[in-house]
């Protein structure tokens, strides 16, 4: 068989994982703004305005915190065509999460948001990644 159909196919294949993880990322970040949404929607309508606004700021954050990870991992799956090293991912690692405390010191530092509601808006994205977990578990179970 010639070199470049055997490549092709692995490149498939790659892009199929690629298609799969990006479903599951557009997955939970649903399913988490839909908890976020109403935990904020029940912390609004009982008046605790900066509560919805700590919840949803924190969901926000988290989902974009999984989004970059969902976007590193995914480069390191290709590193032939994006040339990624483990320090250049350690790297970018370490830049996340301290772009994620700046950011989350600045907010409570400045009192735009409560700690608390933020970590229960952050929460939900950990909640929508358990769930999909179980769910993609017991979709192997009935596939195996």
């Given amino acids: 068989m010639a070199p470049g159909k055997r ?5 498939n294949r790659m892009q199929a994982k690629k298609g799969e993880i990006s479903a ?4 939970v970040i649903l399913l988490s703004a839909a908890i976020a949404a109403i ?7 009982t008046h605790h305005y900066k509560a919805a606004l700590s919840i949803g700021a924190g969901a926000g954050i988290g ?5 970059a990870l969902v976007v590193t991992i995914s480069g390191a799956a290709n590193p032939g065509r994006m040339g990624v090293r483990k320090g ?3 790297a970018l690692g370490l ?13 409570i530092f400045e009192k735009i948001v409560d700690p608390i509601p933020f970590l229960v808006g952050f929460g939900a ?8 977990g179980i769910r ?3 979709a192997m179970e009935r596939a195996g």
Avoid at 7 to 11: D, P, W, Y
Avoid at 39 to 45: S, V
Avoid at 63 to 67: D, H, I, K, T
Avoid at 97 to 102: D, E, Y
């Fill in 88 to 90: 250049l991912l350690a």
């Fill in 39 to 45: 935990l904020a929607a029940i912390a609004f309508f």
């Fill in 95 to 107: 830049l996340k999460i301290a772009a994620v405390g700046a950011l989350l010191w600045w907010l």
């Fill in 125 to 132: 994205v950990v909640l929508s990644l358990v769930v999909e």
């Fill in 24 to 27: 599951i990322a557009i997955r």
């Fill in 63 to 67: 989902s974009l915190s999984f989004l």
């Fill in 7 to 11: 490549a092709g196919r692995g490149v």
């Fill in 136 to 138: 993609a578990g017991r």
